[in-house]
């Protein structure tokens, strides 16, 4: 018995010792790989700047660079640097806080010495952390932090943040927390808590990287909100998602808005809701888009070069995005009020036409003209009552509990009901607005729009 157990041990101790030398070169490759991939991304740029091999671990320092002129033609030859630390030890035995095994686990690193000038935080912590765990199937997990810091006068106090994911064959997941956001100041204080984010891609890296849609979620929450002395919103979401029609082809992206209350002053209000949604959208379109920008940004284009040969692009591929009918639609806004509640829906979508140039699709007359849209609102009678009243007197800077304001808001309601713009039905306001070829309709009142 004693024999073949020394013989296992044995394997087992060889293949910790070999093993490392057969994974160094993979690992080195896809850091190599990564680096590319953030060269052919517009606007960024990372360049490996020393490689330190040994046979346990390597480590690599990357200058990553974000070029502004990117974001702001102004700020041309304004770049953002920053190195990046990647520390890696190689398995099949890791000591990691992930697991004890795996091919490799890499921790990437942002020092933040600069940064030290004006934030505080633990000497002896990173201002960025990333772990990453190489699995043998394949999957990747990730952990990244960012410490509690502040600034030096303390009037700007972040708590720290911290998440973790996978990546897989089939998808990537993660869930990030933030605790708070505190800015003091004595006449415009602001505060937010209970920060939450979470990410769901169902789709392997390579559609992911490809440009074009697939079924996703990403849910960005926080619990409060709170702006000066007498503001503060609760309950915020914002939960985009998006999907690819498996017959047509067609991508669809949905944003939804929420939050649940808000009080400022005496103004009240719960369950704001607003959906929008973009439909019929050409997935190869968008996967001929994200082609045309890896292969274009390998030259170094300058802002001006890169928005001509943009130009031309679109104009070539117009027909392709347009030929489906892109719509673009709000299924829900309504929110709730002391006085009442609103409701309204809008759905617009392309009239038939032949592909315009890039010049018209800039003018309000081409869209005014070529886009067909149905829009319908409602209200409850008070509501409307007492959002008109708070307009008069505004207006008419008078107190709102004033006949005169009462009596001018009345006056305003009933001669918009007289002219057939809304309709009192079951004590709630409606209107039902349509555009088509330039002409406006509410109810049955058509009118031209320019």
Request: proline share 4%; hydrophobic share 40%; glycine share 6%.
């Amino acid at each position: 018995m004693k024999k073949p157990l020394a013989v296992l041990v044995f394997i087992l101790v060889a293949a910790c010792l070999i093993a490392p030398k057969f994974i160094a070169p993979k690992h080195q490759e896809t850091v190599v790989g990564l680096v590319g991939k953030i060269n052919k991304t517009p606007g960024y740029s990372a360049e490996i700047i020393s490689t330190d091999l040994a046979w346990f671990g390597s480590e690599n320092k990357v200058l990553f660079t974000l070029d502004m002129a990117q974001l702001d033609p102004s700020l041309q030859s304004q770049n953002i640097d920053i190195e990046l630390v990647l520390d890696t030890h190689y398995g099949p035995l890791l000591f990691s806080n992930q697991g004890l095994f795996g091919l490799y686990a890499t921790t990437i690193k942002i020092d933040g010495n600069e940064q030290r000038k004006v934030l505080n935080w633990d000497e002896n912590t990173p201002l960025y952390q990333l772990s990453v765990l190489g699995r043998f199937m394949g999957n990747i997990n990730v952990v990244d932090k960012v410490p509690s810091f502040s600034n030096m006068d303390n009037t700007f106090q972040f708590s720290g943040y911290s998440g973790q994911g996978e990546l897989t064959t089939s998808g990537f997941s993660y869930e990030g927390n933030l605790e708070s956001i505190h800015v003091v100041d004595a006449y415009s204080p602001l505060k937010a808590e209970g920060f939450y984010v979470s990410v769901e891609l169902n789709a392997n890296l390579e559609t992911i990287m490809q440009g074009g849609f697939y079924d996703s979620t990403t849910d960005f929450s926080l619990n409060t909100l709170s702006m000066g002395t007498d503001t503060q919103l609760s309950g915020l979401n914002i939960e985009m998602g998006s999907n690819l029609n498996p017959v047509t082809h067609l991508g669809h992206i949905e944003v939804s808005y929420l939050i649940n209350e808000i009080i400022s002053g005496s103004f009240k209000a719960n369950d704001l809701i607003l959906i929008t949604e973009l439909d019929n959208l050409n997935n190869q379109f968008f996967i001929d888009y994200k082609n045309f920008f890896d292969t274009f940004s390998t030259v170094n284009p300058s802002f001006d070069e890169t928005y001509e040969t943009l130009l031309v692009f679109m104009q070539e591929n117009l027909d392709e995005l347009l030929a489906a009918k892109p719509e673009f639609n709000i299924p829900k806004f309504s929110a709730s009020f002391p006085e009442g509640r609103f409701n309204a829906t809008l759905t617009s979508t392309l009239a038939d036409i032949s592909t315009p140039t890039i010049e018209a699709l800039t003018t309000p007359e081409f869209w005014l003209y070529n886009t067909i849209v149905m829009a319908e609102i409602e209200a409850d009678q008070r509501l409307v009552s007492k959002l008109t009243e708070r307009f008069i007197a505004s207006q008419m800077r008078a107190p709102l509990n004033a006949p005169e304001v009462k009596q001018q808001a009345l006056m305003l309601v009933e001669g918009l009901v007289q002219q057939g713009l809304i309709r009192l039905e079951n004590t709630k306001y409606k209107t039902e607005i349509h555009i088509e070829n330039g002409q406006g309709k509410v109810f049955d009142l058509s009118f031209p729009l320019m």
